[in-house]
């Protein structure tokens, strides 16, 4: 039976449910400029999970938002003098297209906040009344924390918090922003919501109860806390979360990667020079509630990794057919494999497995035993399904050892493109790295200015 790590009792709990519908909320994305790698690590995360309880034979009403205005896209439009919605639009499409790449599962719906404003204002107007929140001495509507018990340790128990004060904007007046030409009417002036009521409003209006509550260990404090505890005020005891689902960040040397320290990787450009099955390799390397350490070096030895997953697949019928006999032998990886799922989704632990299949293969094959390695070999790629690798048509994309030159030089293309694009933005440790690795494969680099030449040795 399924185990699940529940944030809200800080511990590993079975999944029950006494039906087979599953209603899941995520906090989407921010989209003030591209998706990054942590995006990428906490959606593929939730997309195996979807994936498994299918398997299960539930059916899930999955909700991912999406945050389309707040003071870093008002910033940004203003930088790039691009309309706001102009930005939101090309930041949606760009995050699909990027999801599409890695084949993400889609949402049933993906609500906007610039649609719900209306509905904001009404609870807003709500909270004011049980007084809960208040009009500030600068107009903005504020919650005050004082009047619930035990702030801050409703999502996560034993936090710290004695010295944390702050009462969390509801509506912000664009009179008390640095950026103020934009926003809604309301009945305390032109503004915008704060983050936090984004999120209580559209999940109580489009899943009210909700089996798994999911996001990145980031937010856990403030925006989950405060979501809770809005949410509460607003619906009472119609408003249920069962479980609190919160994935590992992406850290570095540094700390968190993140857009404020411009340390951070965007998808974009790392499907540039990586697969999309090396790239989400990497990122259930690490236990999906631990930090993942980022590090390109990292993602280089993922694709070592992946290609002696498909190299073994080489020369195997992964169409045969599989006898009761057959599937005695196989129940061995059966019984590992849901083991490893049913707790907790170790992954790290199936990917230990998929390496001693991956041995078992190698040594049949050596022996002249392509029948028995081919029925391994498609339990495994059955295996690799619920985490969208070992697809049929990427099989050819690394087995293929004469690749065209055309496809090989617009691959140095673009890892000199994005090295000169490193340069620009003084990130030199990973134009370094560039450089490194092209030079291993014969190839030199001639820099002028913020372009480069390169030309094989």
């Known amino acids: 039976m399924l185990k699940i790590f529940n944030t809200l009792n800080n511990k590993k709990e079975f999944f029950i449910k006494s039906n087979k519908n599953i209603n899941l909320y995520v906090c989407g994305v921010t989209i003030s400029n591209y998706c990054h790698i942590g995006h990428a690590r906490t959606f593929y995360f939730f997309d195996i999970l979807i994936k498994y309880l299918e398997y299960l034979k539930y059916k899930c009403n999955y909700i991912r938002n999406i945050t389309d205005i707040d003071d870093k896209i008002i910033f940004n439009s203003n930088k790039y003098n691009i309309s706001i919605k102009n930005l939101s639009d090309l930041m949606i499409f760009n995050m699909n297209k990027d999801f599409n790449k890695l084949n993400f599962k889609k949402p049933n ?44 340790n409703n999502i996560i128990k034993n936090k710290n918090l004695n010295n944390f004060k702050s009462n969390f904007v509801l509506w912000k007046l664009n009179i008390n922003s ?43 404090f403030p925006h989950h806390e405060n979501e809770f505890i809005l949410s509460k005020c607003l619906f009472k005891n119609k408003y249920l979360v069962k479980n609190w689902i919160h994935t590992g960040m992406v850290i570095n040397d540094y700390g968190k990667l993140s857009k404020s320290k411009n340390n951070y990787f965007i998808i974009k450009d790392l499907l540039k020079i990586y697969h999309p099955d090396i790239i989400k390799f990497f990122l259930m390397s690490t236990h999906y509630r631990k930090n993942l350490n980022f590090n390109l070096k990292y993602l280089d030895k993922a694709e070592l990794s992946i290609k002696k997953i498909y190299f073994c697949l080489r020369d195997l019928n992964l169409n045969i057919s599989l006898s009761n006999k057959d599937k005695n032998y196989l129940k061995k990886f059966d019984y590992y494999f849901y083991l490893y799922m049913n707790d907790d989704f170790n992954i790290p632990k199936i990917y230990s497995l998929f390496f001693n299949m991956v041995n078992k293969i190698n040594i049949l094959k050596y022996n002249g035993n392509y029948i028995l390695a081919s029925k391994i070999g498609k339990k495994m790629k059955y295996f690799a399904n619920f985490f969208g690798l070992l697809n049929e048509n990427n099989i050819n994309y690394f087995l293929n050892k004469n690749r065209n030159k055309i496809v090989y030089i617009n691959k140095i293309n673009k890892f000199i493109n994005l090295r000169n694009k490193a340069r620009l933005l003084k990130k030199w440790k990973i134009a370094d790295w560039i450089r490194k690795k092209l030079l291993k494969n014969n190839i030199s680099i001639q820099d002028k200015n913020y372009n480069s030449y390169w030309y094989f040795n």
């Open 178 to 220: 640095k950026i103020k030409n934009f926003g809604w009417e309301s009945p305390w002036g032109v503004g915008r919501p704060g983050w936090h009521i984004e999120c209580s409003i559209m999940s109580y209006k489009y899943l009210k109860n909700i089996d798994i509550h999911g996001g990145g260990l980031d937010l856990i």
């Open 109 to 152: 719906f993906e609500p906007k906040t610039s649609n719900h404003i209306n509905l904001i204002i009404f609870f807003i107007k709500k909270l004011i009344k049980f007084n809960y929140a208040y009009i500030s001495y600068n107009g903005d509507i504020l919650f005050n924390i004082k009047l619930i018990k035990n702030y801050g």
